[in-house]
């Protein structure tokens, strides 16, 4: 999903904390922001596999166009989600907690939903990925064409 589309999303998660919470804006806050800064696990990402700050158009290219080779998205991770509800089911989560549950969860919903053409079924399980040793290759549906010639040139080489 893209940037747009969530900040989009953050409106209506808000709403949704701050009824949950019975009003609460801290809920709200957290709701709206959690639903966005989620995504700054692809920042790591890319500098783990870049080695630098290549700027701004430089990083969404590589993250909308699948052409990070090794995908660890570690807040992008439905067992964090479990996690947030056993808080938020036990009464252990304060209001703000309640937010940030349901906007990380209305963003990993998003995201399982609308990149559900791009990367396996199960891509949004943390173990998964780490089955698959966040191997680009084996997580996209179709790796894009440089992971194929990486992989191709490593091959040869
Ligand atoms: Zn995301």
């Known amino acids: 999903m893209k940037l747009a589309q969530h900040c989009m999303s953050a409106v209506p ?5 701050y009824a949950a919470t019975s009003g609460s804006l ?3 806050f957290m709701a709206g922001a959690s ?3 989620i995504d700054c696990d692809h920042v790591l990402d890319y ?3 870049n080695k630098r700050w290549g700027g701004l158009p430089h ?8 052409r990070l080779p090794r995908l660890y998205l570690l807040l992008h991770s439905f067992e ?5 509800w056993l808080l938020v089911g036990t009464g252990v989560a304060a209001a703000w907690g309640v937010g ?3 906007g990380v969860t209305g963003h990993m919903l998003m995201d399982w939903v609308g990149n559900r053409h791009l990367v396996k079924q199960s891509f949004y399980w943390l173990w998964y990925r780490a089955a698959n040793r966040f191997d680009g290759n084996e997580l996209y549906l179709t790796p894009p064409d440089p992971l194929h010639a990486v992989a191709n040139e490593a091959g040869r080489a």
């Open 80 to 84: 964090l989600v479990i996690f947030l």
């Open 59 to 66: 990083f969404f290219a590589m993250c909308d166009e699948g």
């Open 26 to 28: 801290a809920a709200a």
């Open 35 to 37: 639903s966005v800064l």
């Open 100 to 102: 940030l549950t349901i």
């Open 13 to 17: 998660l808000a709403v949704a904390a």
């Open 47 to 49: 500098l783990l596999c």
